[in-house]
């Protein structure tokens, strides 16, 4: 990729990402993939909101989906987000959402019984 095509990318990224939601969004992604609900559960936001959010990131390439059952699994695909958010996240030592990882984990674990 030349250095304008570069560029280019780099500002189209950041345009996306100047969002709150879905600069949270990636952060969560980049630890690991997840689905709607995790998202959404982190965040505290409603189910509609996120999926329009990952819409937007999907359009611009910089996540990506495949189905998982009825779920929808999403990661980050696009190498300079990653670059970008990931210096950003050490920089400025920001946590990505542990809510995330926690309802992820909680998922695999069998149902307890009452």
Known sequence: MDKEKVCNRVAEVLKVLG???????VQNLLTRE???KNLWSCLE?????????L???KGKGIVDSAREGVA?????CDDICKLLIGT???H???DCCEAALKAQDEEKLPAQEE
């Open 55 to 57: 819409s937007v990131l």
């Open 88 to 90: 950003l996240m050490d």
């Open 72 to 76: 929808m699994r999403y990661w980050v």
């Open 19 to 25: 969002h709150p939601v879905r600069l949270q969004i």
């Open 34 to 36: 997840s689905c709607v």
């Open 45 to 53: 936001l409603p189910q509609a909101t996120v999926s329009q959010h």
């Open 92 to 94: 400025f030592g920001m």
